[in-house]
């Protein structure tokens, strides 16, 4: 592959050593790679076997990331602006990428939409067309007003693929520190953590206090307070690196005032060497100082980045004290003697117990687009709604507006998938008709859907038990069995059904695995049932007296192979098919297209392909109809007024 990754550190330059480990692996697997730098030149990253861009540089002063300012401090002006956009263009065209990647933004880096927003409509106009990704660190900034969080949200349903999260979510999931909804959730993958090193085993012993503070010149307090607690802890050497970000005036006067057990000296190549031979790491908690802890294994004092509301380095730094991995010194607590009492406490330690962490972040990134643009069905990837779109196009030019219903299949509690189902169904105001199976019901479920109006409960068979021979599909109420015992049994499934959930409840069945014996259908009638919905097949009229079929016809499981989405293009065929027969009036035009989900087995690739099917029929103004109303007898009057 070409790869083409662009990135702008303003402050420190994780982001820039982040993005820069990313190509080297790429190149290193073979991938033309291109790295786009916007940020200052940093002497510390490695460009080997990679195409290195330097942009006109920006950086910021403190946490004001409003004002770029140039190399010589001074606010930059248009004119630089639109060189950096230029020679951004010119590299996407010289490149010719099958992919972009862009280090952070849209979820930030906003004061540089206008170069990033150049590029991704310039990459989106290539044929073909390249993957477009998000790369992002484990926690983030999120925006406080609801305009620039909906205008991220059209960014990233507009242009990307994937979205590359560079962390581990059993330590710590992106929904800490950003609104995850299903739009978001539906591209997530947590790569692991990006290591931009080698992995150095510890010596035998260990000895001392490492004290370090990133590229940039917010560590300054830190270094002050770090020399006098110094004074406090003399009975071990100490090592204070210094990044370049501060001057040599503020280097010089830290120095002259270190105690003789302190050396005092500019950043070094081998920090990661010394990590692994020193006793306690005194640092900030950014990112990559937190991997390198991680992967080399000193007990760790943090003493987190909070100037301007900062959020990010707190929260890394308590999840891994809650899990008795590091000590905390907060900014507004950081004095001489907070400080040593902390590397105290750090040096009493036991061995820290282990963490079950991933920190093989750009190798399972590589692998990801590698199998992105091979089209692996189990990842999330952009797809082609054309069809779809121009099928309801074509349906209304002929006067027929097509609807939606949603059926989902299965429930019997309160659970995880249910809570994202029905937030799903209330995103897009869909309503949901649950499918539940009477005998399984749980007491959660019943007090779960309490709140839910637009919910509505069909009957699911009994038990959801297999009765067919082995050498049969599988079936509960199949012709094999006697009809008299399934009788009874669909009768029992109404009444369990009404008595738990009372106007909740339907008339309608759903047979489990949508199949039904022909003579139960005739009888369904009497036993209360108004309604019966299964998939696809419809039942001939006279076949199925009294009972109005609202059947289903989208089903995104590949059942019989990966169990995971089915190909989208197959689906989007299927689904495009379905509303021509509409419109040509080769089905009935009042039955709505039905939806068949089965929220306990989706993965994230499922997940996923409902929240894009469902997002492209909002922006083509489809509506979805209530169970309730779609269950209407002939003139118009619901199933359900209270009383089966």
Not at 144 to 164: I, K, M, N, S
Request: proline share 6%.
């Amino acid at each position: 592959m070409r790869v083409l990754i662009a990135v702008t550190h303003l402050l420190g330059a994780g982001h820039l050593t982040r993005a820069a480990t990313l190509a080297r692996v790429f190149a290193a697997r073979g991938h033309e790679t291109t790295l786009i730098s916007g940020g200052m030149s940093s002497a510390l990253i490695r460009r080997d076997g990679i195409s290195f861009v330097q942009l006109p540089p920006v950086r910021t002063k403190g946490t004001d990331f409003r004002t770029l300012l140039d190399e010589s401090g001074e606010a930059i002006a248009e004119d630089r602006r639109q060189a950096r956009k230029a020679l951004l263009l010119k590299t996407l065209r010289n490149a010719k990428p099958d992919c972009v990647i862009t280090e952070l933004f849209p979820f930030g880096r906003r004061v540089l939409a206008d170069e990033f927003m150049a590029l991704l409509e310039a990459a989106e106009a290539m044929r073909p067309r390249p993957l477009i990704a998000s790369s992002i660190r484990d926690i983030l900034i999120a925006p406080t007003r609801p305009d620039r969080l909906a205008e991220f949200q059209e960014r990233l349903t507009r242009f990307y693929d994937v979205v590359l999260v560079h962390g581990d979510e059993r330590l710590i999931p992106l929904d800490a520190s950003w609104p995850v909804d299903e739009t978001v959730r539906s591209l997530l993958h947590y790569t692991g953590y990006v290591d931009d090193g080698t992995t150095i085993a510890s010596g035998e012993t260990r000895h001392g206090i490492l004290v370090s503070g990133g590229s940039s010149a917010a560590s300054l307090p830190l270094y002050r307070a770090a020399v006098e607690a110094a004074k406090r802890v003399a009975d071990r050497p100490w090592r204070i690196l210094i990044g370049q970000g501060l001057d040599e005036v503020e280097f010089n006067v830290i120095r002259s005032s270190a105690p003789p057990h302190v050396t005092v000296e500019r950043a070094r190549p081998d920090f990661r060497k010394l990590l692994a031979e020193t006793e306690v790491s005194v640092s900030q908690a950014g990112y990559n100082t937190a991997v390198d802890i991680l992967r080399t294994g000193p007990s760790p004092v943090f003493v987190p980045f909070e100037a301007g509301h900062e959020t990010e380095q707190r929260l890394r730094a308590e999840r891994l004290k809650t899990l008795g991995r590091a000590e905390i010194v907060t900014e507004a607590d950081l004095t001489p003697e907070a400080l040593a009492k902390a590397i105290r406490a750090a040096l009493e330690k036991t061995e820290a117990p282990s963490l079950p962490v991933a920190l093989d972040g750009a190798e399972e990134t590589v692998s990801l687009i590698e199998k992105l643009r091979l089209g692996a069905p189990a990842v999330h990837r952009r797809w082609d709604w054309s069809p779809v779109t121009a099928a309801l196009k074509l349906a209304r030019d002929r006067g027929c507006e097509p609807s939606f219903w949603w059926r989902d299949d299965d429930a019997v509690a309160d659970t995880a998938q249910l809570d994202r189902l029905l937030a799903m169904a209330r995103r897009y105001e869909t309503g949901i008709a649950l499918a539940s199976i009477p005998r399984n019901i749980e007491a959660s479920l019943v007090e779960r859907l309490k709140g839910e109006a637009a919910a509505s409960i069909l009957v699911h068979g009994l038990l959801h038990r297999n009765h067919a021979p082995e050498s049969e599909k599988k079936a509960e109420f199949g012709a094999h069995r006697a009809i008299e015992l399934m009788e009874r049994e669909a009768l029992e499934g109404f009444r369990l059904t009404d008595e738990t959930f009372g106007a909740k409840a339907l008339p309608v069945f759903v047979p489990p695995w949508n199949r039904i014996a022909p003579d139960l259908v005739k009888r369904l009638a009497k036993l209360g049932y108004r309604g019966l919905s299964t998939f696809n097949t419809r039942i001939r009229p006279e076949a199925a007296p009294s009972l109005l079929q609202i059947n289903t016809h989208i089903d995104p499981i590949d059942w019989h192979g990966s169990r995971s989405v089915l190909e989208p293009s197959q689906i989007i065929e299927t689904l495009a098919a379905t509303l021509l027969r509409r419109a040509e009036s080769k089905a009935d035009p009042n039955e709505p297209v039905g939806l068949l989900t089965h929220h306990l087995v989706h993965d994230e690739a499922i997940w996923g392909f409902c929240d894009r099917l469902l997002d492209t029929l909002s922006r083509n103004n489809v509506g979805f109809v209530l169970a309730s109303t779609a269950f209407c007898d002939e003139n118009g009057s619901k199933l359900r007024d209270g009383t089966l």
